[in-house]
């Protein structure tokens, strides 16, 4: 059974960045996509941005897209797959999850199969 870690949140002030990690164990991603989603209190579970196995192929939600850049891991890294995030605003505060899927360019969180614990990013005014 393929298990999801997430790792790289934390506290930042507005307009600083976060790198957030997703690795894979128990398993091996071949072929899946992989998306990164985000939830905040009181809404609802949020796409940001996907990429393909091969990593040629990128999608960004139009909120994040310019501040934010997925990227995943060459060789036998393509098991991790990162969200390299710039720009922070205090509406960027939420629980940021990585997510598998074997369909490219899907949006919609239950096109997913495999999902990570989450990692929460602050950013603070």
């Known amino acids: 059974q393929v298990q999801l870690g997430e790792s790289g949140g934390g506290l930042v002030q507005a307009g600083g960045s976060l790198r957030l990690s997703c690795a894979a164990s128990?398993?091996?991603?071949?072929?899946?996509?992989m998306g990164w989603f985000r939830q905040a209190p009181r809404k609802e579970r949020e796409f940001l941005a996907a990429i393909t196995w091969s990593g040629t192929r990128t999608w960004y939600e139009d909120s994040v897209k310019g501040r934010f850049t997925i990227s995943r891991g060459r060789d036998k890294a393509k098991n991790t797959v990162y969200l390299q995030t710039t720009s922070l605003k205090p509406e960027d505060t939420a629980v940021y999850y990585c997510a598998a899927t074997k369909w490219y360019g899907r949006r919609q969180w239950n096109d997913y199969d495999y999902w990570g614990q989450g990692t929460q990013v602050t950013v603070s005014s």
């Open positions: 128990g398993g091996t991603l071949s072929n899946y996509a």
